[in-house]
């Protein structure tokens, strides 16, 4: 993307009343984000008469600039970002109307994988609470996900320390600045995080800490994963909001029971009460739901012949050696995202089909 585009696409969400989600539908309108600012001036369709009339106002001009003075930020820090016209930006964000446009990351690019578990939880959480954390990602360690949080006190780093331990990769979302680190005390942990995972965020590189920035981010964690674990939770807070954004993502939303009389065990009573939430107890009770086999060989070695049941010959058949994302493999299949996740990874480990950027698949 070249310096113009960056500027415009980062200024766009920061426009009144515009935001992510509207920004994206006046790119796909005008093409890309340097055209919005160039041409909803002068549109004369009754769609845009309300919102370009705040193209107008002279702040408009004071946004760009900030935007500018971002991108000079971007590349006297060299600070790695992926805007969402890229190939390495996440491909489950695309399918959430609300997603950054860009996002700002530190660590490793952010893997090719459908195994995404995000682990959500009160900041103050029970003991009993915390080994169950450990214990749940101990548990799921066998099926490889990538574990994401929000690097925040309580469940999310218990949740993301536990990943450390095991041996899985794990990415935390900041609500605040890539250059900085909330909460302070968690900043030991950045480097080993980064050393395989890392971490990823939409607001701007230097900007702080805010409430409505930390809101914002938990659509992202939602966003990214196949799946989002509430545990613990009151009545209100951070890792509910990220239930409901995984829920209107027609995302996978597990929480733990906890018991009754438990202030923190409320959130997810209610979640499970509402049918907001599927009730587990266990790493295998989410691996079961998501159709999840164990990975004992990460990278499959081609055979010469090959036994495919009936499922998994209707899944290829719909394929071929060209690179086909996931979602039209399971519409052309007429199966579920969840099921065709789980068949191909069963025909990697034949060896019949190989994984690519993006969330694609090909026949080898």
Known sequence: MEKRELIATLALPKMPKVRCKTARKLIRHFGNAAAVFEKIEHTTQSQFETIS????????????????????????????????????????????????????????????????????????????????????????????????????????????????????????????????????????????????????????????????????????????????????????????????????????????PGRPNDVTASGCLELIKTRQAECITSGEDVARALGWKQRQNPIPRPKLFIELNEKEKQVISHMSGTPKHIDLIALEAKLKVSEIASILFQLEMKGAVMAQAGKQFKTI
Not at 134 to 148: D, G, M, T
Not at 225 to 243: C, D, M, N, P, W
């Open 53 to 256: 009339k705040l193209f107008r106002r002279s702040e408009t001009q004071n946004i760009l600039k900030a935007a500018e003075k971002e991108v000079a930020l971007i590349a006297k820090r060299n600070i790695n970002w992926m805007a969402y016209s890229d190939a390495a930006f996440p491909t489950s964000l695309h399918q959430c109307a609300d997603a950054p446009l860009v996002l700002f990351c530190s660590g490793q690019p952010f893997p090719n994988t459908t195994r995404i578990i995000s682990i959500v939880g009160t900041r103050q959480p029970s003991e009993s609470g915390k080994a169950f954390v450990r214990q749940l990602v101990k548990e799921l360690a066998a099926y490889q996900p990538i574990i994401v949080s929000g690097f925040a006190y309580g469940i999310d780093i218990e949740a993301q320390l536990a990943a450390l331990d095991n041996g899985l990769v794990t990415y935390g979302c900041f609500g605040h600045g890539i250059l900085g680190c909330y909460p302070k005390e968690h900043a030991k942990y950045r480097k080993r995080i980064e050393e395989t995972g890392g971490f990823l965020s939409e607001v701007w590189a230097n900007e702080p800490f805010r409430r409505a920035h930390f809101l914002q981010r938990n659509r992202i964690i939602a966003g990214l994963a196949q799946a989002t674990i509430v545990v613990e939770s009151r009545e209100k807070g951070g890792a509910l909001t990220t239930a409901h954004y995984a829920n209107s993502y027609q995302r996978d939303v597990f929480a733990a």
